[in-house]
């Protein structure tokens, strides 16, 4: 029982200075391709590690991502937090996810049906964190609402608002996204057939 204590205690002091680091310094330090970039995601990849709830390997971090305080951000292997993104901690994702800079997830909201109290006064809804599968790209500038779920392989085109669940293989692009069409699909019907065979 002590013993789980002081490894609780361990922890949270452990989480507390990485959080100091990262923000105090480690967010500022390079992305590819400006010089010392392989650096600075070596040196990310550790103090996240210790950050977040669950770290796969290989993460990417890239310069001024913001996560709050992230300890209820889970990341899987080779996944990526882009450029000054900006995450509200609650988000699990999955392996191999690709982002683009200036990207916003949210998981909170206010309450604001109340007329007679303002939208300050109302607190918020409870949160409602954003889940991304595995080998998803998401494009610059998208945003996403809290709750939302991007299947497995699927495509956030640029400065999207994704307010709803996307497909397994939707490519989603507009505000609202939408599903366009799915990936892979140009493989198939022949279209694009180069790109398998060349
Ligand atoms: C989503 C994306 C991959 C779609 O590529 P695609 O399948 O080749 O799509 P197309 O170019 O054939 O466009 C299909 C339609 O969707 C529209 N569209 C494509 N991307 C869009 C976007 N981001 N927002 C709104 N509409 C978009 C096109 O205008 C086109 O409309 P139309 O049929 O009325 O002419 C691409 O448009 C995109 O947004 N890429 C993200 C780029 C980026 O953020 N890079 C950062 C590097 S990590």
């Given at each position: 029982m002590l013993f789980k204590q002081i490894r609780a205690n361990t922890r949270k002091f452990l989480r507390f200075f990485a959080l100091i680091i990262y923000y105090g310094f480690a967010q500022y330090l390079p992305s590819q391709p400006r010089p010392g970039w392989r650096m600075s995601y070596f040196v990310r990849r550790i103090i996240v590690k210790l950050i977040f709830k669950k770290c796969g390997l290989d993460v990417i971090i890239k310069s001024k991502a913001y996560f709050g305080k992230g300890n209820s951000v889970v990341m899987g292997n080779r996944s990526q937090l882009g450029n000054n993104c900006k995450v509200?901690?609650?988000?699990i994702m999955g392996d191999d996810v690709v982002m683009g800079p200036d990207v916003i997830i949210m998981s909170s909201a206010h309450a604001f049906e109340q007329l007679d109290v303002t939208i300050n006064r109302q607190g918020s809804l409870?949160?409602?964190?954003?889940?991304?599968?595995n080998d998803v790209w998401i494009g610059t500038r998208v945003i996403i609402l809290p709750g939302v779920t991007i299947?497995?392989?699927a495509v956030i085109g640029a400065a999207s608002v994704v307010t709803k669940d996307v497909p397994p293989r939707g490519i989603a692009v507009g505000n609202p996204a939408k599903v366009i069409?799915?990936?892979g699909d140009r493989l198939t019907n022949g279209q694009d057939s180069c790109l398998r065979n060349c």
């Open positions: 509200e901690s609650d988000l409870p949160r409602r964190p954003v889940t991304i599968g299947g497995d392989k069409r799915y990936r």
